[in-house]
């Protein structure tokens, strides 16, 4: 089973994250797995081995009021599109 550590690059370092398709990591740090490209970037202190940042609560989004229902929304002469007649045969 791979272990995994959550490291962060050096301040102005750039480290690339082959599990993740080369993405250049973020200057917060990323959880990789403790592979050997990690592990000689922590070695050569390009890489530091750090807690986790705390988890930021997420924001409280206050409900909408229910709207009363006031029935179908009144509709306009000039808002309805005028529909050819239809044509009446006899057989």
Do not use: H, W
């Not at 750039?14 to 990591?25: G, T, Y």
């Not at 200057?27 to 990690?38: E, S």
């Not at 986790?52 to 808002?79: L, N, R, Y």
Request: hydrophobic letters at 30%.
């Amino acid at each position: 089973m791979t272990e995994y550590v959550y490291v962060r690059p050096q301040p102005g370092g750039r480290v690339r994250m082959p599990d993740r398709n080369f993405m250049p990591m973020d200057a917060k740090g990323a959880t990789v797995p403790r592979i050997d490209y990690y592990e000689r970037l922590i070695i050569t202190k390009d890489l530091e081995v750090c807690d986790p940042p705390a988890e930021e609560p997420e924001p409280v989004i206050e409900e909408a009021s229910p709207v009363a229902d006031s029935g179908p929304m009144p509709v306009e002469e000039s808002q309805l599109t005028p529909r050819a007649p239809r044509s009446t045969k006899e057989k």
